[in-house]
């Protein structure tokens, strides 16, 4: 065979290899592109496996601006427990940003369910995220945080349709971090889609 056409090989190979990748984040990154910003009532049940054994009840405000703000605003429940569930809701990005803020690898598509290694391309506490995603609805189906420290986070989701958008109405998770081990059931309903949302209300306090 010759350089070109080995050359020509090795191009339609990797472009074979990409295509499904490609194909699955476009339509992901396509789904909700008129939602803007939302905020929703968020309701969790939180058990903490580790000491002080807690369960707790949580309620309060999931508010998200594009592209990359999210914060959780408890106004009930434990405030221990409710600032690390918050931590989770941080490293939360939509997958219209992960090629802006990862190395993404497509690890396997069955043709039902993808499978993707996220790295962030800026270090910091996560060390990758394994994500499944539903080929047909286009949506993460759930999400494993893997931590420095040794630790992990787990999130299942499920979803409803509000008009033309696809969102959240319920997830299961799992917690481990050295002294922290919960499991957490939550609902999220009450949606207000594309509300005006100041930059403020994101800070840090």
């Not at 002080?52 to 309060?60: E, K, N, Q, R, T």
């Not at 299942?156 to 919960?182: C, M, W």
């Amino acid at each position: 065979m010759s350089r070109s056409w080995t050359m020509l090989a090795l191009v339609l190979a990797v472009e074979l290899a990409t295509a499904p990748q490609a194909d699955v984040l476009n339509r992901m990154a396509a789904v909700n592109s008129d939602l803007h910003s939302f905020s929703a009532t968020l309701r969790a049940h939180v058990t903490m496996k580790s000491f002080p054994f807690l369960s707790a009840d949580l309620v309060g405000t999931y508010y998200y601006k594009e592209p990359d703000k999210t914060k959780v605003v408890f106004n009930s429940g434990v405030p221990l427990v409710a600032s690390q569930f918050n931590k989770l809701y941080a490293h939360i990005e939509s997958p219209s940003r992960w090629r802006e803020v990862y190395n993404v690898t497509l690890l396997s598509d069955d043709g039902i369910t993808s499978k993707f290694r996220l790295v962030p391309r800026k270090h910091g506490n996560v060390d990758r995220i394994e994500v499944a995603a539903d080929d047909k609805a286009a949506t993460v189906t759930s999400m494993r945080w893997e931590y420095g420290n040794g630790g992990y986070a787990e999130m299942i989701n499920r979803y409803t349709r509000i008009g033309n958008d696809l969102v959240v109405e319920s997830q299961k998770g799992h917690v481990e971090e050295p002294g922290y081990v919960a499991d957490l059931n939550s609902t999220i309903d009450d949606y207000r889609i594309n509300p005006s949302l100041p930059d403020s209300l994101f800070v840090d306090r």
